[in-house]
């Protein structure tokens, strides 16, 4: 579903991303670990379109959309959640998903109450607001909700795309550990067939959610497989997991 082949990016001299080749397959959940600076946000804005790689090439759906503007890519079904804020903070959550189902199912010309009340927009907001556990919440105003609710809203307006991949970066930065472990409960619930990439910096949850782990190190991918498998693993101890628990 997503691919890269041998993704390279510079930063002047400096390499961020080196050589690095995934596959993901439909449905798949992959987990990308690494310490800061490793290059994981960087490898997202070369999946999305917002950095052009200096070498490699990034498929999706098997079409080859390296050279693809960031929209032709979403267009295409590629979503994020953005870390920095991308709400309406003035608008209700209701409204919120509601404009962003509009804009994906091109009703969205005529921005005003009438695209909301679509039959069509309607339906994606309700199957999205109980898919993100915001039903109860759609008529606060999203400068009213707590910042759990905001993030938990964030996935939302990035599900109202109708996306085939949907990229995270620590979509739970910021949220205490109780919220965070009921994010992670609605992550696992969203549908099997949406594939999921997410950067995590809590290994419990990176475990709990993944099918598969990455783990980029300067940019490198030194680990590639099985949740299981990386637990375990001596190189990623050394360079990950030691740094961890001795923090
Ligand atoms: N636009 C840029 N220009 C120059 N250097 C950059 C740019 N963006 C990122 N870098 C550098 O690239 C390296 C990787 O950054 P990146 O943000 O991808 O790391 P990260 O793995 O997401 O880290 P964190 O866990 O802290 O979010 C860092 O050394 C960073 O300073
Ligand atoms: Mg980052």
Redo the contacts with the bound molecule.
């Keep these: 579903m997503l691919e890269t082949r041998n993704l390279n990016k510079s930063?002047?001299a400096?390499p961020?991303t080196r050589d690095v080749s995934l596959t993901l397959e439909r449905g798949e959940r992959r987990v990308i670990l690494?310490?800061?600076?490793?290059?994981?946000?960087?490898?997202f804005?070369l999946l999305v379109g917002e950095?052009r790689p200096c070498g490699g090439s990034v498929h999706l759906a098997g079409e080859d959309v390296t050279t693809l503007p960031v929209a032709r890519r979403a267009r295409r079904g590629l979503s994020r959640s953005y870390q920095k804020n991308t709400l309406f903070d003035g608008l209700t959550v209701e409204e919120n998903l509601g404009l962003a189902a509009a804009v994906a199912t091109g009703h969205a010309s005529r921005l005003g109450g009438d695209s909301l009340a679509r039959p069509e927009v309607r339906e994606i907001v309700a199957e999205v607001a109980d898919q993100v556990n915001l039903t109860a919440h759609l008529h606060a105003r999203v400068n009213e909700v707590s910042y759990g609710i905001r993030r938990q809203l964030e996935v939302g307006v990035a599900l109202a795309t109708r996306p085939l991949v949907l990229l995270m970066?620590?979509p739970t930065s910021g949220i205490g550990p109780e919220m965070s472990k009921g994010f992670h409960d609605m992550l696992k619930d969203l549908p099997r067939d949406l594939t999921l990439l997410i950067?995590e910096?809590d290994m419990d949850i990176a475990f709990d959610v993944a099918d598969t782990i990455t783990v980029?190190n300067y940019?490198e991918v030194v680990f590639d497989g099985l949740p299981e498998a990386a637990r375990g693993s001596k190189l990623l101890k050394d360079i990950y997991l030691g740094a961890w628990e001795d923090a």
């Design positions: 930063f002047g400096v961020v690494g310490p800061n600076g490793a290059g994981k946000t960087t490898l804005n950095l970066d620590e950067i910096h980029l940019g």
